[in-house]
């Protein structure tokens, strides 16, 4: 894992200086071959799915639920980040809200627009090490464990959801009793081991049941404006799946993979395969669209940070 944090900082900070040949040819090959995945994963699932269909899902949807979505959207970024401050508070690093919120922002530019530079977090880590001369291993588990709040709220709304499902033949106490000691070990572990990180642990993890709510809300918003009145339990369930699958840096920000698990998992519950592809299509673009934030502090980074305390710092060795 230490070489895993050190690797994210070095390829932060080459990234951030000029580059010799080696590192643009590595550069260019890594977004090369995201971009190869995305288009094969993208071209085999509307080989099964025609692109039509999808088109005109988007071209007629009621755009009042499409713009009630990327509010719920952009609400459970406010939250996220507002979850990863409680983990930064955990190694005393008290950030203005403000600053907080507008770094966060940059984060999501960098990971879903420039996917072969400069990724969220590894900026995050640099910035905030260069800043405050924060051991990059504090920053590092700090996020890793806002990372990992997210997947444990994940995992408790999927169980919710199997209960609701009866293709899923199984009894609910199996999935409930997993989860439920998965979430003693986990906390253990982490009280155990990354005793620093749990000041806030609960705090945390119920704000990021929060995030995943109101994405959940998003999708559900996304359905009303395609005038559905069917179950919701499939395609929200398949949209957490999706989620758990993007969490593979192998794409260009998720594209193709959440569409092929949801084009994959129409073959097994009961769902529209037109509709459960135009799904991940539109909470893509509605992603893309606050990301896009994020690029007024790339074009003048001086407000990032500009008017704001340098933060109240106290570094335990």
């Known amino acids: 894992m230490k070489d895993l944090i050190e690797t994210e900082v070095d390829e932060t ?44 899902r988007l071209i007629n949807a009621n755009y009042w639920w499409m713009l009630a979505a990327l509010v719920c959207y952009f609400f459970s970024m406010v939250i996220s980040s507002w979850r990863l401050s409680s983990y930064f508070k955990s190694i005393k690093l008290n950030l ?32 905030l090490n260069k800043t405050y ?32 499902i009866p293709q899923i033949d199984i009894h609910i106490g199996i999935p409930l009793g997993i989860f439920t000691i998965g979430s003693i070990i986990y906390y253990f572990v982490a009280y155990k081991f990354f005793r620093e990180y749990t000041h806030y642990f609960f ?49 260009v920000g998720g594209a193709g993979i959440r569409e092929t698990v949801f084009q994959q998992l129409s073959r097994v519950f009961p769902m529209d395969v037109d509709l459960a592809v135009f799904l991940p299509i539109s909470f893509y673009l509605i992603s893309i669209t606050v990301a896009l934030l994020g690029v007024y502090y790339v074009l003048r980074p001086s407000r990032l940070e500009e008017g704001l305390p340098k933060g109240d710092i106290e570094i335990k060795e």
Not at 215 to 225: K, M, P, T
Request: hydrophobic share 55%; glycine share 8%; net charge positive.
């Open 13 to 56: 900070e080459k990234a951030l200086k000029p580059k010799t040949w080696k590192d643009t040819v590595w550069s260019a090959t890594k977004l090369v071959l995201k971009f190869a995945v995305t288009f094969a994963l993208l071209y085999y699932v509307f080989s099964k799915v025609p692109l039509q269909k999808v088109k005109m």
């Open 96 to 127: 203005d809200p403000r600053f907080n919120f507008r770094l966060y922002l940059l984060g999501l530019f960098y990971n879903f627009l420039l996917p072969g530079g400069i990724g969220g977090d590894g900026y995050k880590i640099y910035l």
């Open 133 to 164: 001369k924060l051991p990059a291993k504090k920053v590092f588990w700090a996020i890793m464990f806002d990372r990992l709040s997210g997947l444990w709220a994940i995992g408790l709304i999927t169980v919710a959801l199997i209960f609701l």
């Open 203 to 251: 705090e945390g993890h119920l704000k990021a049941l929060g995030v995943q709510s109101l994405q959940v809300i998003a999708i559900i918003c996304i359905l009303f404006g395609q005038n559905f009145t069917g179950k919701f339990s499939p395609y929200l369930l398949s949209f957490l799946i999706s989620a758990l699958a993007t969490i593979i840096p192998i794409s």
